[in-house]
């Protein structure tokens, strides 16, 4: 069964505008990734959080992980219409043996 | 530098019929993977290996066989091909706890 499920399962917004994404997995991890996929293509990775970080920056990309609810969150800073993907969060479980679950994504669009 | 690359591109089956998906990486990568992506899903495992030489069951195995050739390769068989199989395939690779690197994708028809 799937482990990360991210809420909501579509944003559309304006440019310039923020999109908060969430994700919420069931058991305990090593790390939690979030990917990118465009349209038709396949999923490029945007970053990785372990689960002693609880917040992590990269260019417009801020992701908080929070272990005792078992969620973490990915936010895009003035956002772009190039930023129109799909994102999903990815959980290694902890004592796995390196496989990520992927969540069924976020649909975002973001509107010029 | 490749990364990781799939063919076919797209391929269209009839019901019963079999093919084989290949995936090469030259990263130097010890973990590859196959997943299966259906419309309005993320990604589903269908089988991994975390070294040469091996192979595990994920999520969605039944229907697939795959055969790690080499470090570089790592190959997905569909014995006898059926409708419920039309997905788009994705392989991976990874070095240890870190991200992985997928493919564009092999999008597959069954008939």
């Known amino acids: 069964s799937q482990q990360g499920e991210e809420d909501p399962q579509a944003l559309s917004i304006q440019e310039g505008e923020n999109a908060t994404m969430n994700c919420s997995y069931k058991?305990?991890?090593?790390?939690l990734q979030w990917y990118r996929q465009n349209s038709g293509r396949g999923l490029v990775h945007l970053i990785l959080i372990r689960s002693n970080e609880r917040e992590k920056h990269s260019g417009r990309l801020r992701v908080t992980l929070d272990t005792s609810k078992k969620s973490s969150s990915l936010l895009i800073t003035a956002s772009r219409a190039a930023d129109t993907a799909s994102y999903f969060c990815?959980?290694?479980?902890?004592?796995?043996?390196?496989?990520?679950?992927f969540g069924k994504g976020t649909k975002l669009t973001v509107n010029p | 530098n490749a990364g990781v690359t799939q063919t076919p591109k797209f391929q269209v089956l009839k019901t019963g019929q079999s093919m084989t998906l290949q995936c090469a990486q030259d990263m130097n990568h010890n973990s590859m993977y196959w997943y299966r992506q259906d419309p309005g899903m993320g990604l589903r495992l269908i089988y991994y290996?975390?070294?040469?030489?091996?192979?595990d069951k994920g999520e969605v195995p039944n229907g697939y066989n795959v055969s790690r050739l080499n470090k570089r390769e790592f190959s997905l068989r569909l014995e006898s091909a059926a409708p419920s199989q039309t997905s788009v395939y994705f392989c991976a690779s990874t070095l240890t706890g870190v991200r992985e690197y997928f493919g564009a994708g092999t999008r597959l028809s069954v008939l």
């Open positions: 290996s975390a070294s040469e030489g091996t192979t």
């Open positions: 990815a959980t290694e479980e902890k004592g796995g043996s390196e496989k990520l679950v």
């Open positions: 058991t305990s991890i090593n790390n």
